[in-house]
Nanobody, 115 residues
Framework: QVQLVESGGGLVQPGGSLRLSCATS????????MGWYRQAPGKERELVAL???????NYADSAKGRFTISRDNAKKMVELQMNSLKPEDTAVYYC?????????WGKGTLVTVSS
C-alpha cells in the first residue's frame, strides 16, 4: 500500500520558519520525482518545489530564496524548509510522488502564516 504522509504544518508568525516532512512507503522511491504543492483557499493547487530523481531541484518563483527542498533516498523522505514565511504562503501543502507511469499524493498538512 502506497502512503505519503506529511507532517510539520502549523501556525507560524510572518517571518517565521517551518519544516515540512513527507514520509513515504510502498514506492520505489528513487524512481520518483518528489514535489511539494500547495493549495490556498479559492485557488488552484500549484507546484512549490521539486526534487527530481536525478538530483535536481526546481522552485516556484514565490519560493525561490526562501524555501529549500531536500530528499533522502535512504529514508524515502522529502522535506521542505520554509523560511521568511509570508501570509500568502498560507495553504494546505501536499507531498507528490511522480514517476513515468504513476503519481501519488499525500493528504496534506495545513500551514497558516498569521500574526
Amino acid at each position: 500500500q502506497v502512503q505519503l504522509v506529511e507532517s510539520g504544518g502549523g501556525l507560524v508568525q510572518p517571518g517565521g520558519s517551518l519544516r515540512l516532512s513527507c514520509a513515504t512507503s510502498g514506492i520505489f522511491f528513487i524512481i520518483y520525482d518528489m514535489g511539494w504543492y500547495r493549495q490556498a483557499p479559492g485557488k488552484e493547487r500549484e507546484l512549490v518545489a521539486l526534487a527530481t530523481r536525478g538530483g535536481n531541484t526546481n522552485y516556484a518563483d514565490s519560493a525561490k530564496g526562501r524555501f529549500t527542498i531536500s530528499r533522502d533516498n535512504a529514508k524515502k523522505m522529502v522535506e521542505l524548509q520554509m523560511n521568511s514565511l509570508k501570509p500568502e504562503d498560507t495553504a494546505v501543502y501536499y507531498c507528490n510522488a511522480m514517476s513515468n507511469v504513476r503519481e501519488y499524493w499525500g493528504k496534506g498538512t495545513l500551514v497558516t502564516v498569521s500574526s
